[in-house]
């Protein structure tokens, strides 16, 4: 077979290989627009759903913290509000309006 393949002036070590023939390479240039035109158009949906979500998870996480902000900044204001009158209700109200800001600064890291 290698003495064949050297007679009839192949090289044994590449043989002949074809490669398949593509269909969408023998489209009219009609065809080619339109696929064209309708890749762009899927480039365009998926992208637009991309930053959709992207929006929608910022409004999300925007909510979520203005809602403990305003709970904590409720907590201080109250704080601040009976400091010369009750010092420790002061001093807890002071508290858990830091345990509420960093309750919310841990749930941000993940």
């Known amino acids: 077979m290698l003495r064949n393949a050297m007679q009839a002036g192949q090289s044994p070590l590449s ?3 074809s490669l398949p023939k593509l269909s ?6 009609k065809q080619k627009v339109i696929l064209g035109c ?3 158009l899927l ?9 959709t979500l992207s929006t929608q998870g910022n409004a999300k996480r925007q909510a979520l913290f203005q ?3 305003d709970g904590a900044q409720k907590k201080y204001e109250e704080g601040t509000g009976i400091a010369s009158m009750n010092k420790s ?3 807890d109200d002071f508290l858990a309006a830091e345990k509420n800001r960093q309750r919310r600064a841990e749930a941000d890291a993940y």
């Open 15 to 17: 043989p002949h290989i």
């Open 24 to 29: 969408f390479l023998r489209l009219s240039q």
């Open 38 to 40: 309708a890749g762009l």
């Open 43 to 51: 480039l365009i949906l998926i992208a637009s759903i991309f930053f």
């Open 67 to 69: 809602n403990a902000m």
């Open 89 to 91: 209700l002061a001093k």
